[in-house]
């Protein structure tokens, strides 16, 4: 029997590309989609998976011309929030009326594939001008990171998010360096972590039985910190993209019992991401 899912639960990870004839990928992009993937096909989507809330993270593909996402968020009004990738002198008033049209953070990239890293002091500096505004950092990157950046983070004046459980690598097992790092960022309160991307740390392929374990870990040791998502439409994925059904089927193996299940995609995302405000 298919996992049955509370009608406001939220995949609080995905991504819109285009249609690039209304917006068009950046000129630096590091990547360049092989079709595009509109807001429609994501509706669609996560209307079949029973996921009724969503949270659009701004893709690279479209660098800081953040329009994509913010057309996907007014088509679900209230019920879509968004994720931006903006320079650090953005001004306020954009940051003001990006809050308005319901985005929630800003996600910064630490993946060498995707370009330029911003500077730890940039992004903390950036980070207390939107404070007020009820937003967090979301981070991306290599496991290094969770070592390098992770004193830096610490200090930051906002919850930090942590992308695809620190895009650790699950062949290395559950005592592995970068995913004890992990566990040790996440025992400061300002830390969440999204246990998205078992598709993507793990070795051994579907149905990821490698890459459970460390998602159940932190599901089980931080229960009101963790959110999921599906990471649609899977960009820059080593072989061919996961059944987006089996990811949500295997939310039961990451968080086994009802209550767990509720924090995690329900709970834990209308606090993040403040689903109580309307858009």
Same mark, same amino acid.
């Given at each position: 029997m298919p996992l049955a899912l509370d009608p406001e639960s939220c995949n609080a990870h995905c991504h819109v590309f285009g249609p690039r004839v209304r917006f068009p990928y950046a000129a630096d992009a590091p990547f360049i989609p092989p079709e595009d993937a509109p807001k429609e096909k994501l509706y669609a989507l996560n209307d079949r998976l029973g996921l009724g809330r969503c949270v659009v993270v701004q893709s690279s593909c479209h660098g800081q011309d953040n329009r994509a996402t913010e057309d996907a968020l007014r088509g679900r009004a209230g019920r879509y929030r968004g994720i931006a990738l903006l320079r650090t002198d953005v001004a306020d008033a954009e940051l003001r009326r990006l809050d308005a049209a319901g985005f929630r953070g800003v996600r910064f990239n630490y993946m060498g594939h995707l370009?330029?890293?911003?500077?730890?002091?940039?992004?903390?500096?950036?980070?207390?001008?939107?404070?007020?505004?009820? *937003?967090?950092? %979301?981070?991306?990157?290599?496991?290094?990171?969770?070592?390098?950046? #992770?004193?830096?983070?610490?200090?930051?004046?906002?919850?930090?998010?942590?992308?695809?459980?620190?895009?650790?690598?699950?062949?290395?097992?559950?005592?592995?360096?970068?995913? %004890?790092?992990?566990?040790?960022?996440?025992?400061?309160?300002?830390? *969440?972590?999204?246990?998205?991307?078992?598709?993507?740390?793990?070795? %051994? #392929?579907?149905?990821?039985?490698?890459?459970?374990?460390?998602a159940q870990t932190l599901v089980a040791r931080y229960p009101d910190r963790v959110v999921w998502g599906n990471d649609w439409p899977h960009p820059n994925h080593d072989g061919p993209p996961p059944d987006d059904a089996a990811l949500v089927e295997l939310i039961g193996q990451i968080a086994p019992d009802a209550a767990a299940r509720r924090r995690l995609l329900v709970d834990n995302p209308h606090r993040l991401y403040r689903f109580a405000e309307a858009a």
């Amino acid at each position: 029997m298919p996992l049955a899912l509370d009608p406001e639960s939220c995949n609080a990870h995905c991504h819109v590309f285009g249609p690039r004839v209304r917006f068009p990928y950046a000129a630096d992009a590091p990547f360049i989609p092989p079709e595009d993937a509109p807001k429609e096909k994501l509706y669609a989507l996560n209307d079949r998976l029973g996921l009724g809330r969503c949270v659009v993270v701004q893709s690279s593909c479209h660098g800081q011309d953040n329009r994509a996402t913010e057309d996907a968020l007014r088509g679900r009004a209230g019920r879509y929030r968004g994720i931006a990738l903006l320079r650090t002198d953005v001004a306020d008033a954009e940051l003001r009326r990006l809050d308005a049209a319901g985005f929630r953070g800003v996600r910064f990239n630490y993946m060498g594939h995707l370009g330029h890293a911003v500077p730890a002091a940039e992004v903390l500096a950036l980070a207390a001008r939107f404070a007020d505004l009820g *937003w967090h950092l %979301q981070i991306h990157g290599d496991p290094r990171l969770l070592v390098e950046l #992770g004193p830096d983070l610490a200090h930051a004046p906002v919850p930090v998010v942590i992308d695809h459980i620190g895009r650790v690598d699950a062949a290395l097992g559950m005592g592995d360096v970068y995913f %004890q790092a992990l566990l040790r960022l996440m025992e400061n309160a300002r830390f *969440w972590v999204k246990v998205s991307g078992a598709d993507r740390i793990s070795r %051994q #392929g579907p149905p990821y039985a490698d890459a459970v374990p460390f998602a159940q870990t932190l599901v089980a040791r931080y229960p009101d910190r963790v959110v999921w998502g599906n990471d649609w439409p899977h960009p820059n994925h080593d072989g061919p993209p996961p059944d987006d059904a089996a990811l949500v089927e295997l939310i039961g193996q990451i968080a086994p019992d009802a209550a767990a299940r509720r924090r995690l995609l329900v709970d834990n995302p209308h606090r993040l991401y403040r689903f109580a405000e309307a858009a």
